[in-house]
């Protein structure tokens, strides 16, 4: 399954940040995997709060932990061959009492 960033801000991060979101995204690949391998598409999902954490814009979320780190990322599939990261937000001490602070930064992605 090939994996596309678009998230500019991805490759200004430094190399700790960059493996925390390159193994969340290794977990997401994987977990997609199980459910291709089935012959299930993530539109015929149902019930997995991990894989699809929420959909905003119809763009799924999908909430891990990655390092101690909690993560989540705003992707989409392109058929089932192209996963396509569209940003992504990393829960730490500074933004933690702001729960919803996510949703914001991605609803400016997708709008």
Do not use: P
């Amino acid at each position: 399954m090939k994996t596309v960033i678009l998230d500019k801000n991805y490759k200004k991060l430094d190399k700790y940040t960059q493996r925390i979101i390159d193994k969340s995204i290794v977990t997401l690949q994987n977990r997609l995997k199980q459910y291709l391998d089935q012959d299930i598409r993530i539109t015929k999902v149902f019930n997995d709060d991990i894989l699809i954490h929420d959909i905003i814009n119809k763009m799924y979320v999908f909430k891990c932990r990655s390092y101690n780190v909690q993560v989540r990322l705003l992707y989409t599939m392109k058929g089932d061959t192209l996963l396509k990261i569209h940003s992504f937000y990393i829960k730490n001490r500074t933004n933690s009492l702001n729960e919803q602070e996510w949703i914001t930064k991605f609803k400016a992605v997708t709008a």
